[in-house]
């Protein structure tokens, strides 16, 4: 009879929330084949489950992930983290939003998650670095999510030296959205996942496209493809539900009886109905 697998990664769900936790601390919560396997399996289970809207990637212990294995790595065999660019191109595609919560220090190959996620909140205590030339590596599979995140500058400064730098300047150089005080990582986290909890599931699906592909577009073919969407989204289901829900000042359908985030339910005093069109378009 076989032993039970170490769980390496844990998952939970609660109030619309999924949260995943990369729990190797010993080894700094390294990409070895049995987490990626894990972490790829949690991440299915998120996406496939309706009652998630949100996911928030974490860590135990003072460290949110040291990279590859570098254990599993000697030898000059094939890299076991052949399933790491799969995970990053999850996470890039994942229809939900997904929120990283870094609970310490990210180095190299844990950087290629941070710059997947759509918001990283850090400890302004921790540090950053890309450590694969001084290896005798080559930060290759992560380049494909950090560089669309990076200063380009900044990316050439960091990656050719692998020179360690702390929060501020991570989220000077766009790495993360937020850095604050320790104290205050879990507060903020909640923010975003509350905030994000208000939102319509396909509008944020949507949108998260919005964001990475608008600006590639000629401007008038970007005008014309976006009058399009925009029609369609106001006479959608989704948008319609919306509509009604802020001019009834309420909840719309989709957000959580307890969402995390606890602003105002409704405005006070709705705009006219002109100002509020005008606002979505």
Known sequence: MSEPQEVLVRREQAGGV??????????????????????????SWALDDPAVRVIVLTGAGPVFCAGADLKEQRGGGAPVTASFPDIMLRIWESPKPVVCRLNGTARAGGLGLVAACDFAVAPATASFAFTEVRLGVVPAMIAVTCLRRLDPRAAAEYFLTGEVFDAAR?????????????????????????????????ALAITKRLVREVPLLPVEEGFRAM??????????????????AFAEKRLAAWVPSAPSEAPSEAPS???????AGDAGR
């Not at 999924?18 to 396997?37: G, K």
């Not at 320790?182 to 599931?201: C, I, N, Q, S």
């Open 18 to 43: 999924a949260t995943i936790t990369l729990d190797s601390p010993h080894n700094r919560n390294a990409l070895s084949s049995r987490l990626l396997r894990q972490l790829d399996d949690a991440l």
């Open 269 to 275: 005093e709705a705009p006219s109905e002109a100002r």
């Open 170 to 202: 991570a989220v000077e150089i766009g790495l993360l959205t937020r850095a604050v005080p320790e104290e205050d990582l879990d507060a903020t986290v909640a923010h975003y996942t509350g905030m994000l909890l208000r939102g319509g599931p396909e």
């Open 227 to 244: 009058a399009e969407l925009s029609a369609e989204r106001f006479t959608s289901e989704e948008g319609q539900e919306g509509i009604r």
